[in-house]
């Protein structure tokens, strides 16, 4: 009766549905692998979004939320225009060209076969419902072509010897063409001649590539083009230019060293002559970048996003970025704020830790970084991200619900103390390309190490004792990268790597011994080991390129247990004798403390790759897969604890209150269901709908509400779902 008693203290509810062997925990919002390339707004709330396998979102509320849309294709489509809410095109590899004359419901399929069957649609213009120009390109050759019925036929205006890849109109017969490299910039100031402008002068910098990736056209004479940058060739600064004679000569917008951005820059929008945005990214996560003097410099806005952005575009204020992982963000003010719109960007677990309260966390590729209150049941979804960087997250320790540590590429080492709602960095990342670290552990608050490599073949191990202010560095002790650091006990850890190299330490770290391996077979006597778990003070198991070994002695000595046809990245335990290691196509189970292993992968349910796994306390195994997929063998367990209460009903003060003229509001709902938000005056006359009907999941939620042409005064806004209503006032202040 004890036992259940205290059980009873810490649960509220429970209960428990016993599942089939594997469940699917988490999923991404949009396709594993979604990438969108280009978006379109065709009004201040309607706009659209292509990608690739085919897939077209609709929004009909200015980019808040997403619909998809049938296009009944599965190709790559790199380009979308349309004329009206209604009339629209989309285009993409294999000279595919869709046309929708009904907002997107349906979409018919036009064949241009003027072109090659390998050539891709990159870029469509309409002058009205008859006249449009589009290009299409292949990897050596590209087209500029024309039509005059609403794009049933085609003809080829001009041919060009280099891949094309954007094109913009400032008005009909008013065009520039962008593509290879600085040299392939095409203009026409009447739509029939296209002219090729001379390259412009871009020996300031070590270009080794001159991708010119978008251009946008302000008015017929002002256009600015942006692209390539490299951090991993040489500094090469991202290609911003521009013309003031519709695309005769270019030149080269220099930005100072502070404001310089070294990645490709992928789309450029203005929403006026003076205030436009670039997107784009690279290795150090996404890049915005912002400028309100048409053109001339340039500032970087830090939006915290480790997916690459393909297109940015909007209407007005409000910006919309798309990219990689199926990630889309918004921002309402013309970034100075913004949200992330995907609930569950698609990008790979490197990393995931269960902790003994139901908490999960998991993060990885692109910064990704993901977190469960309630044993899986719900998520939410936010970047590792430190000043402008979000570089891969490589490991994850958390010492409790609140406080944990990621290990980054490029040598970031950040600490949370919020549950990953904002990060402090411990170690500054570098631009380095070949520093990373790979692992981190704290024993405490305080003592804490990380481990990686400084340079290729030079490891090293970083030391704190005071929660990360300063720290002792010890590096190139084997000449190989350090891959994970684990403690048993205060004073005994582990740290294993590649080359089949490891260490351990029974005083805490003060000084580090070399371990010695036995009965390793000559095949796999340079296996790269990638972690390590403790089973008790003493005895633990490593795993590697396909490897797995096992000490006994606190790590001086490591025994050859078993291969597999595998690289195993991650191992855990759930106690003495229940453990996990895993890999790609490869989910291994011990039931005896690592002597013996069984493959339980189950290839009918996990068809991602694997990357990483966490055993809880029951024995159950929670595997991190590419994508964001979880996948578990752990009963479905649904728990109200006194720690975390599912949200109620609530509608919350809007933020800021008075406001001018957007602002933000919250609100939170124990279930899922069918949301409208209403605005109203004081004499209970409807101003303005903000939700209309739309399904929102278990959680807390924001929203955004313009006030522009409303007049200054009170408001009252309403929530209504599932029969739940509430109202508050707010004070728009023009």
């Not at 209604?86 to 004359?101: E, I, M, V, Y």
């Not at 593509?179 to 026409?188: L, M, R």
Request: glycine share 12%; hydrophobic share 40%.
């Amino acid at each position: 009766m004890k036992k259940l008693t205290i059980i009873l203290l810490g649960l509220i509810f429970i209960s428990v549905v016993v599942a089939q062997p594997w469940r699917e925990v988490l999923a991404p919002t949009y396709p594993g692998g979604t990438i969108f390339y280009s978006g379109f707004m065709a009004s201040k709330n309607v706009g659209y979004i292509v990608g690739n396998n085919g897939i077209i979102l609709k929004t009909t509320n200015g980019g808040m939320t997403w619909a998809k849309l049938n296009s009944g294709v599965t190709r790559t489509l790199y380009s979308v225009f349309f004329l009206n809410e209604q009339l629209g095109f989309a285009g993409g590899s294999s000279r595919t060209l869709l046309k929708t004359t009904n907002g997107g419901i349906t979409w018919d399929s036009i064949s241009v076969s003027i072109i090659p069957e390998t050539g891709a649609i990159y870029g469509i213009y309409f002058a009205d419902s008859l006249k449009g120009w589009m290009i299409a390109s292949t990897s050596s050759s590209g087209w500029i072509l024309s039509t005059n019925d609403g794009g049933t036929s085609w003809k080829i205006d001009t041919v060009i010897n280099k891949q094309l890849y954007a094109m913009h109109f400032a008005k009909p017969g008013k065009g520039i063409v962008v593509g290879k490299d600085a040299g392939t910039i095409w203009y026409t100031k009447d739509g029939i001649v296209w002219n090729n402008a001379p390259a412009p002068n871009l020996s300031q910098f070590p270009y080794t590539r001159t991708d010119i990736r978008s251009v946008f056209m302000i008015n017929e004479n002002l256009a600015i083009a942006v692209g390539w940058g490299s951090f991993a060739a040489g500094l090469q600064p991202s290609i911003i230019l521009k013309t003031t004679n519709g695309g005769e000569t270019w030149t080269l917008m220099v930005q100072s060293e502070e404001n310089r951005t070294y990645d490709n820059l992928y789309s450029v929008w203005f929403k006026d002559s003076l205030n436009g945005i670039a997107v784009g990214g690279g290795i150090m996560g996404a890049i915005v970048i912002k400028t309100t003097d048409g053109g001339n410099t340039w500032v970087p806005l830090g939006v915290g996003i480790g997916a690459t952005l393909y297109s940015g575009f909007g209407t007005g204020d409000t910006l919309i970025g798309a990219g990689s992982d199926g990630v889309i963000v918004r921002t309402p003010d013309f970034g100075n704020s913004g949200e992330l719109i995907t609930k569950i960007p698609g990008a790979t677990i490197y990393s995931i830790q269960i902790l003994n309260s139901g908490v999960i966390y998991a993060a990885g590729y692109d910064g990704i970084f993901l977190k469960s209150k309630n044993w899986g049941n719900s998520w939410g979804a936010d970047f590792v991200s430190s000043r402008k960087a979000t570089p891969n997250v490589n490991t994850i320790h958390f010492l409790n619900d609140d406080t944990g540590f990621a290990a980054c590429s490029y040598r970031l080492l950040v600490r949370t103390k919020n549950g990953g709602e904002s990060w402090e960095i411990l170690l500054p990342d570098t631009l380095a390309t070949t520093t990373h670290l790979y692992g981190v552990y704290f024993i405490n608050w305080n003592k804490g190490f990380a481990v990686g490599q400084l340079a290729t073949n030079k490891d090293v191990i970083y030391k704190t004792l005071d929660g990360g202010l300063t720290w002792a560095v010890r590096s190139n002790i084997a000449s190989n990268a350090w891959r994970a650091v684990k403690f048993s006990t205060p004073n005994k850890g582990i740290i294993v790597g590649t080359k089949l190299k490891a260490l351990y330490t029974v005083d805490g770290g003060e000084t580090w011994n070399l371990a010695t391996f036995k009965n390793v077979p000559a095949s796999l006597a340079s296996a790269d080991l990638r972690d390590v778990a403790f089973l008790n003070e003493s005895v633990a198991v490593a795993v590697g390129n396909k490897i797995i070994l096992k000490t006994t002695d606190g790590g001086a000595t490591w025994n050859y247990v078993d291969s597999t046809t595998t690289l195993l990245y991650s191992v855990s335990f759930a106690n003495d004798r229940v453990g996990y290691a895993v890999g790609s196509g490869t989910i291994l189970k011990t039931t005896d403390g690592g002597t013996t292993w069984t493959n339980i992968y189950d290839p009918n349910v996990i068809k991602q790759s694997i990357y990483s796994v966490s055993a809880d306390t029951g024995g159950y195994p929670w595997i991190g897969c590419s994508y964001s997929y979880i996948y578990t063998t752990a009963p479905v367990v649904s728990v109200k604890d006194l720690n975390y209460v599912l949200p109620d009903y609530k509608l919350y003060q809007n933020y800021p209150n008075p406001f001018n003229p957007i602002t933000t509001i919250k609100f939170s709902i124990p279930e899922k269901g069918d949301v409208t938000i209403k605005v109203f005056d004081l004499l209970g006359r409807e101003v303005a709908t903000i939700v209309s009907d739309q399904t929102f999941e278990a959680g807390e939620h924001y929203v955004n509400f313009r006030a522009d042409g409303l007049p200054s005064g009170v408001y009252l806004y309403q929530l209504k779902v599932n029969g739940y209503s509430q109202t508050r006032k707010m004070i728009y202040i023009k």
